[in-house]
């Protein structure tokens, strides 16, 4: 038991350190068999002939860029052995989703079955999962975009975070369900689309030239707002301690508002803005008005630290566009020149 423990901290500290030092450190750590060997007594004969001398090696974090570049091989850690160190080091992986491990893809799914390390999923499996979760087609969702970027700006990440909260909020606050209910049907409240057209709710959805329409596309200019939804409606997950799968514990939850008017309006209610150009949003739901609570609440913060996020990405999908748009006119010189 005492090597075991040894090899517990040993680990623990090891997967620790990636936040603590620099991307040009390196870390090798020999996690040498003869400490498991007592770990797993009704295997002792079969880890005597069988087991291969894991080695851990570890390149790290640059806490500047928030990035992780590290090159992990592991020969061999028992089943066993992961799961109790899990406990102590895998909520580090939960606490900082950003993390991403390059280790060879036996070891990476093994980490993921596990429970140490929740995969990273892409923009089109993030929006995949959200149409089906939220029981949403991709011209519902396009609407809801178009409606949200329009009430709040393209541009505007935290705005758009806070707009498509209150419409979540109301797809959940029994007041707004029931009159969604009423409107388009029963049973039609609690989805996002039908709190998005429901009658007199959001005039970018029912002017006639219709504003919303003009934001439904995937653009630089739009790609912070949709950004924002994304990463609302996605939310967070997180490992089952007892059964190490994998969970979702709803969206990103920034506030608990039902309303909102433009920033050049004075409403009759307590409000506040989340962003110094963005709406006034007020009216608190009553606790007795909530259908669910499955929902992780965040802070201003945190939504912050997301926008910045959402901005490197959006650079990136900018240069890309750009970078794209410059090959294609090259090729078409190299064909008109030919």
Known sequence: MANFKYLKNKMFATFKLISEITISSIILINCYSSLI??????????????????????????????????????????????????????????????IKLNINMAVYQKMVDL??????????????????????????????????????????????????????????????????????????????????????????????????????????????GVMAIIDFLYGTFSRNPETFEIEWNGPAVLHDTVSFVGNSTTPGYDYYMYSSIGNKHGVHMKEEEYLTHHFTKITEKEVEQKAIAAKNYCNEYKKAILEGAEADKAKLLAKIRS
Do not use: H
């Open 37 to 98: 060997n007592n770990t797993i007594k009704k295997n002792e004969k079969k880890l005597k002939t069988d087991m291969i001398e894991p080695t851990v090696k570890i390149a790290t974090i640059s806490k500047k860029e928030n990035t992780v570049t590290p090159n992990l091989n592991i020969s061999y850690i028992p089943d066993d052995v992961i799961k109790n160190v899990i406990e102590d080091f895998g909520q580090y992986f939960i606490n900082n989703p950003e």
């Open 115 to 224: 429970g140490v390390i929740i995969p990273q999923a892409s923009i089109q499996e993030k929006v995949d999962w959200i149409l089906k979760n939220y029981n949403l087609t991709m011209s519902q969702f396009k609407v809801i975009i178009g409606v949200v970027l329009a009430e709040a700006g393209p541009n505007n990440y935290e705005e758009c975070y806070a707009v498509i909260n209150t419409i979540f909020n109301r797809s959940i606050c029994s007041r707004w369900v029931n009159s969604a209910n009423q409107y388009l049907g029963e049973g039609k409240g609690t989805n996002l689309y039908s709190q998005v057209i429901n009658k007199n709710q959001f005039s970018v959805y029912f002017a006639g030239n219709k504003p919303y329409r003009f934001y439904t596309e995937e653009t630089p200019e739009t790609m912070p």
